[in-house]
């Protein structure tokens, strides 16, 4: 993350340092191979008679012995110290700037937005999170992590299905039957970002992220206990707990949204 401005050399290392657009380690990385001393400064490397005698013999990449025998004689060299700079163009040190170059640049589905602007528990929010970049504890995902269990199919249907997240959440006739009661239907789709956008262009709410998340928590609360509790699922009672989950949403909503919210709960609920 840092940069260096050659004045004396000395505090430069050739290889590993940033003098030029690319450490030199990376931009050439033939000729590195054959290097004699890897940690050597740029000082060192620019005074050496022979520029030759860095490398390991025989030299087999000469094209690029040849373009860094340019460069380092292209710098001229002087009795001022090296300049440091971060490469965001300041001497000063930038935890957000350091933290944006580590992990670089992605596009982000706007589905991450809506879930944190959302009104929804935090733990519901992280749970959703945990949808979005599939890693949800299901059982296809403990198959991945080789988890050894009687079976990994879906426990609402005999289909023999590994139960994945976009057949557990989306998929599953239990869990259509679930979406339906909402009047809502999932394209059928393995991209949850595409199935969020065709929720918010059906619901057409400004709280439609809170009943998406909502009531995929509720089949995942109605998974668990079929499962650890051994309780026969249904739709109606996927309803119940939607309804109760629901609650909390009103509760944490704006306040010019919560009759809104409440007048669409007694509609379709």
Not at 7 to 32: I, M
Request: hydrophobic content about 45%; charged content about 15%; aromatic content about 16%.
């Amino acid at each position: 993350m840092a940069k260096v401005s050659i004045q004396d050399g000395k505090s430069c290392l050739l290889w590993h340092d940033l003098w030029n657009d690319v450490p030199c380690s990376e931009a050439f990385p033939e000729l590195f191979y054959f290097v004699h001393n890897q940690n050597s400064s740029f000082y060192w490397a620019a005074n050496t008679q022979d520029f030759y005698d860095l490398f390991h013999l025989p030299l087999e990449a000469f094209a690029q012995y040849q373009i860094l025998q340019a460069e380092v004689q292209n710098v001229t060299l002087n009795n001022t110290p090296d300049q440091w700079s971060y490469i965001w163009g300041s001497v000063l040190f930038s935890s957000s700037r350091s933290y944006k170059h580590l992990i670089g640049h992605h596009q982000i589905h706007v589905a991450f937005k809506w879930l944190w602007k959302s009104c929804c528990q935090n733990k519901r929010k992280f749970f959703f999170w945990l949808v979005l970049q599939d890693r949800l504890n299901t059982r296809a995902l403990l198959k991945r992590k080789h988890m050894p269990l009687l079976d990994y199919q879906c426990v609402f249907c005999n289909s023999g299905i590994d139960e994945d997240i976009f057949h557990l959440l989306f998929h599953c006739p239990f869990s259509l039957a679930c979406w339906t009661n909402l009047q809502l239907i999932i394209p059928n789709s393995q991209d949850v970002g595409f199935i969020v956008e065709s929720i918010k262009r059906q619901l057409h709410l400004p709280f439609f992220m809170e009943v998406l998340i909502t009531i995929c928590w509720s089949i995942w609360s109605i998974r668990n206990d079929v499962i650890f509790r051994n309780t026969p699922h249904s739709v109606n009672w996927c309803k119940q707990v939607f309804k109760k989950e629901f609650a909390l949403v009103i509760l944490r909503a704006k306040a010019k949204y919560q009759p809104h919210i409440d007048l669409w709960l007694q509609s379709f609920v």
